[in-house]
């Protein structure tokens, strides 16, 4: 099983800038999709950003056009670049990988989560 650790969170003004990224072990990681959910204090957790194992990805509709989600399967890592943050986009990011190439998969590994605070 895949396991999975998140890193680069942080505290951001808005508009700013941050990446994240998700580190994964596991020889088959490059065959998993994976996906970036976030959950703010009081809501439920939501989908941010996936990608298939080739390469295809998909956002939010409160993202799209600000973060881009990309992998790198010779170092086993996800990235969601975060532009033009939002005080909004304050929540714990969380890496999950998915049983299959697509997020159409069950889900199955996740990550500990990182903390990711944009202040206005």
């Known amino acids: 099983q895949v396991q999975l650790v998140e890193s680069g969170g942080g505290l951001v003004q808005a508009g700013g800038s941050l990446i994240v990224s998700c580190a994964a072990s596991g020889s088959m990681f490059s065959i998993n999709a994976i996906g970036w959910y976030r959950q703010a204090p009081g809501k439920q957790r939501e989908l941010v950003a996936a990608i298939t194992s080739a390469g295809s990805a998909k956002y939010a509709d409160s993202v799209k056009g600000r973060f881009t989600i990309s992998r790198d399967n010779a170092k086993n890592t996800v990235y969601l670049q975060m532009n033009s943050l939002k005080p909004e986009d304050t929540a714990v990011y969380y890496c999950?990988?998915?049983?299959?190439?697509?997020?159409?998969?069950?889900?199955?590994?996740w990550g500990q989560g990182t903390q990711v605070t944009v202040s206005s």
């Open positions: 999950a990988s998915y049983a299959g190439r697509t997020w159409l998969a069950s889900l199955g590994s």
